[in-house]
């Protein structure tokens, strides 16, 4: 089975500065797909950013990076120059290939003017 | 860009009715669908998968008695919550693949809060 754990269940940051959220996830699967989704109020889930687990270069989305650490099962998000836009909940998900997700639990951020 | 739209977006019913829930793909064909619950401050669910002009796949532990979807066409799926009860109110999302697409491709509707008194 497969599990994703967000140990941060909230997390703030001043405006402009950077905040990393952390996720670890447990598979015996080699090939699958990493998510960030965002969760804002209005409750839409909106793609951050994705990883294929089997590239080696982590992935970057303009303010939004991940770092991708295979062997230790980690995949946390890096976002920089942090906007008040960006106070939401941040799911960290799995995927296998043509599979449904798993979803961590959460990460409350607040982005603080 | 691919668009899945929910309806209704929050409904309210009482204990003991049934409410269904649509959910549609607008600009594209989805032979997968997937619905979720999200209770409050808490993470999405897998409840189940449903292919189109097939059976849904329930998750261990949904009730598929209670909860009956219907994915009759390649562009709408719905989930019926049977004899609804007040543990029964939260947020249910849908999602959507589209064939042809990258196997991670998948699109989330905008969500239905219902809430049973």
């Known amino acids: 089975a497969q599990t994703v754990t967000q140990s941060q269940p909230e997390m703030s940051v001043q405006e402009a500065e950077t905040v990393t959220l952390s996720c670890t996830y447990d598979t015996s699967e080699s090939n699958y797909y990493l998510f960030w989704y965002k969760q804002p109020p209005s409750r839409q889930m909106i793609l951050v950013i994705r990883?294929?687990?089997?590239?080696?270069q982590n992935a970057t989305e303009n303010r939004f990076s991940v770092n991708f650490q295979k062997a230790a099962k980690s995949f946390s998000l890096k976002i920089s120059d942090s906007q008040l836009g960006d106070t939401a909940m941040y799911f960290c998900a799995f995927m296998k290939f043509g599979n449904q997700f798993y979803f961590g639990t959460g990460t409350s951020l607040t982005v603080i003017p | 860009g691919a668009v899945v739209s929910q309806h209704p977006s929050w409904v309210i019913c009482k204990s003991g009715t049934s409410v269904k829930i649509e959910c549609r793909s607008l600009d594209f064909q989805a032979t997968t669908m997937f619905w979720y619950r999200q209770f409050p401050k808490q993470s999405l669910m897998l409840m189940a998968t449903s292919n189109e002009g097939s059976k849904a796949t329930y998750e261990q532990g949904v009730e598929k008695d209670k909860f009956l979807i219907n994915h009759a066409s390649l562009t709408l799926s719905t989930l019926t919550v049977t004899s609804a009860h007040p543990e029964d109110s939260s947020f249910y999302i849908c999602?959507?693949?589209?064939?042809?697409?990258?196997?991670?491709?998948?699109?989330f509707g905008p969500g239905t809060r219902l809430t049973v008194t």
């Open positions: 990883q294929e687990a089997y590239k080696q």
């Open positions: 999602s959507a693949r589209a064939p042809g697409t990258s196997l991670y491709e998948q699109y």
